[in-house]
């Protein structure tokens, strides 16, 4: 039996929304303000099933393609990012388009373009089928072959070994992908690396985070969606780095009491994605049940920032008297 008096629950910073998510999430929101509803979003704005729900009650309706969006209407394009083709797909639908991509996903898309432009083979380490992935691969489809991870290296057939690069997903876990670069390059030793980290800072944080709290953590809390990359690799580092449980939640009424069984320390975090209300939630949940003093652990400070896109600035400037909601730094 835990004593109620050294039940504690260890808080992860950053976690939560990174400044992507942040911008992805007020595009949506802004456009419904300045062009009201409904505004179409191409995939979910973010893999969070709170923040889909909560646009949609605002007047967001979310679409699989663009085709579904009807003639000249206003679709929002996804944190994730989109292939060229959706791009000529919505011009030649005549629709206004706000792409909501994330900078740091734009980069990465630039410099595929950039490789491909060389006329490199490009290795994009990622995980198959996620919208990132699907993105960034059509910057440059007959170039780019998706590596999923160390064990699918030695699948990969390029044109001519000692003209190769690599990329990867901005969401992946730090350690699997230095793993796979390592298996990369001993079967293709003069492999070039990205200019710049293509794992965001976000991502990076987060998992430097949810290390420190699960070493002095039995159980790991981590709230995201299913869907989401970033999260379901915070469940995981938990469990790489000294946690005996973790388990992923989209909501506090989805933990399950038996999960506390012995547990004197509740590490918990979230994926960028993830409104903090949603942690604040669980810790309320946690309290009730003599978990209520909690410490944050913050190995890093996060001060990141991106400034809206193009499109909705350029709308809100031509308003006499409009305040730019954030500060564009990025
Ligand atoms: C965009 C990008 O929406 P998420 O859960 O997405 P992942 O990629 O982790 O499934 O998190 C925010 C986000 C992360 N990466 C948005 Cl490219
Ligand atoms: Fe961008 Fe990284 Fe967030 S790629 S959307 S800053 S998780």
Known sequence: ????????????????????????????EIALEQYGAPIYVRKQIVHNVHVVKTLEEKGAIFVDETEEVPEGAIVVFSAHGVAPSVHQE????????????????TKVHKEAVRFARDDFDILLIGHEGHEEVIGTTGEAPDHIHLVDGPDDVANVQVRDPDKVAWLSQTTLSVSE???TVEKLRERFPNLLDPPSDDICYATQNRQTAVKEMAAGAELVIVVGSRNSSNSVRLVEVAKEHGADDAHLVDYADEIDPAWLAGVTTVGVTSGASVPDELVHGVLAW??????GDVQEVEPVEEHMRFSLPKEL???LRAEPGAQLPITPVG
């Open 1 to 28: 039996m835990t004593s109620t008096t050294s039940r504690r629950v260890l808080l992860a910073k950053p976690r939560g929304y990174c400044a992507g998510v942040d911008r992805a999430v007020q595009t949506v």
């Open 90 to 105: 919505a011009a030649g639908l005549s629709l206004r388009t706000i792409d909501a991509t994330c900078p740091l996903v």
């Open 177 to 179: 992908t230095v793993a």
């Open 286 to 291: 946690l309290a009730e049940r003599g978990y």
């Open 313 to 315: 600035r350029r709308d």
